[in-house]
Nanobody, 128 residues
C-alpha cells in the first residue's frame, strides 16, 4: 500500500519560511522514470491547485506563476523524499498542502487527476 506522508507545515508570519517534506512509503518515485512528484494546495472554498512539480527523468521543475521565485521543489533520491522550500510567504499562501505522485505523466503536471497517489495534507497558515 502506497502512502505519502507530509510534514513541515505550520503557522508563520508573512515573509517567513517553511519547508515541507513528503516521504512516500511503499513507493519509490525514482523508479517511475516517466513520473513526477508534485505539491498541490487547497484553500477553503477554492479548487485544488498545482504549486510545483519535479519530474523523475531529468529532474525538471515547474511552478505555478504565483510561487515562482519564492518556492523551490527538490528531491533526495537516497532518502526517497521530496521537499518544498517556501520563502517570502504571503497570507494568500495559506492552504492545506498536499503531496502527490504520478507514475506516468505528460505535460499537464498541474492537473490533480494526473496523479495516482496523494498524501493526507499538511496545513500552512501565513498571518499578516
Amino acid at each position: 500500500q502506497v502512502q505519502l506522508v507530509e510534514s513541515g507545515g505550520g503557522s508563520v508570519q508573512a515573509g517567513g519560511s517553511l519547508r515541507l517534506s513528503c516521504a512516500p512509503s511503499g513507493y519509490t518515485y525514482s523508479s517511475a522514470s516517466s513520473g513526477c512528484m508534485a505539491w498541490f494546495r487547497q484553500a477553503p472554498g477554492k479548487e485544488r491547485e498545482g504549486v510545483a512539480a519535479i519530474y523523475t527523468s531529468g529532474g525538471s521543475t515547474y511552478y505555478a506563476d504565483s510561487v515562482k521565485g519564492r518556492f523551490t521543489i527538490s528531491q533526495d533520491n537516497a532518502k526517497n523524499t521530496v521537499y518544498l522550500q517556501m520563502n517570502s510567504l504571503k497570507p494568500e499562501d495559506t492552504a492545506m498542502y498536499y503531496c502527490a505522485a504520478a507514475e506516468w505523466i505528460g505535460d499537464l503536471w498541474f492537473l490533480p487527476y494526473e496523479y495516482n497517489y496523494w498524501g493526507q495534507g499538511t496545513q500552512v497558515t501565513v498571518s499578516s
